[in-house]
Every structure is written in C-alpha cells, then in structure tokens.
C-alpha cells in the first residue's frame, strides 16, 4: 500500500482516537486535574483502541497478534514519552495549556506512524 494511503488512513484513525483522547484530556482538565495527569488518562484510553484500528484497519497487519502487541507496547511509549516533553516543555515556556495539549498531540502523531510503520507493522497486506 502506498505510503501516503496508509498516512491517510493512520490519520483518519487517529481523528477517533483523538476525539475520544481529547474529550478525556479536557474533561479532566474542567474538573481540576493537573494537564499532565489529564495527558496520561487521555492517552491511556486510547491506546486499545489505537492497537487495534492500527492493526486491523490501518496496515492490515499479518503478523501475529502477540508479536504485534509486543512491538507496539515500546513504540507507544516512544511517541507517548516524546509527546510528554513536548507538552512539559510548551508549558515551562508559558503556552496555553490546551495549545500546549495539541502540539504534543502533534508530535505524538509523527513519531506514532514512523514507528508503526517502520517496526510495529511491518508484515502488511501492501
């Protein structure tokens, strides 16, 4: 499959995972939790689901679900931990917090798809 389908797919599915991520994140921000705290939640509820439109829908992976998950795990937390500095640093430098919120999104996106794409899902049905 061509790159710029599966970047286009990748991102449809991440519209989803976004919209749900995000309602968790600023939900829990308007009730007080710290942005961070709401970051981790946010995050956290999307990660099945991510997995799965990722693996099933998005690569179409053939490779086994185990091997997959495995893969997936170490990937997740790279792009989680960059969209961690990303959001430490807009806020030490003063950015809105919701700014601050959608380029870490931003950053997690980037580094998400190279990874899936590059380690996590390279047994595809092209």
């Keep these: ?22 309602a968790v994140i600023f939900g829990c921000m ?11 939640a946010g995050y956290g509820v999307g990660f099945v689901a991510s997995f799965v439109q990722s693996r099933y829908w998005v690569f179409r992976s053939r490779g086994g679900v185990v091997d997959d998950g495995l893969r997936f795990i170490p990937a997740f937390l790279v792009a989680f931990g960059v969209n961690l500095l990303v959001l430490h640093g ?8 919701y700014l601050a919120q959608l380029g870490a999104g931003l950053a997690y996106v980037g580094v998400g798809f190279s990874l899936n ?7 595809r049905n092209d």
């Design 1 to 22: 499959m061509r790159l710029s389908l599966l970047l286009v797919k990748y991102s449809t599915a991440g519209v989803i995972n976004t919209l749900i991520g995000y």
């Design 30 to 40: 308007a009730s007080g939790f710290d942005p961070k705290v709401s970051n981790v």
């Design 90 to 97: 807009m806020l030490e430098i003063g950015a809105n917090p």
């Design 117 to 123: 794409y590059a380690f996590v899902f390279r047994k």
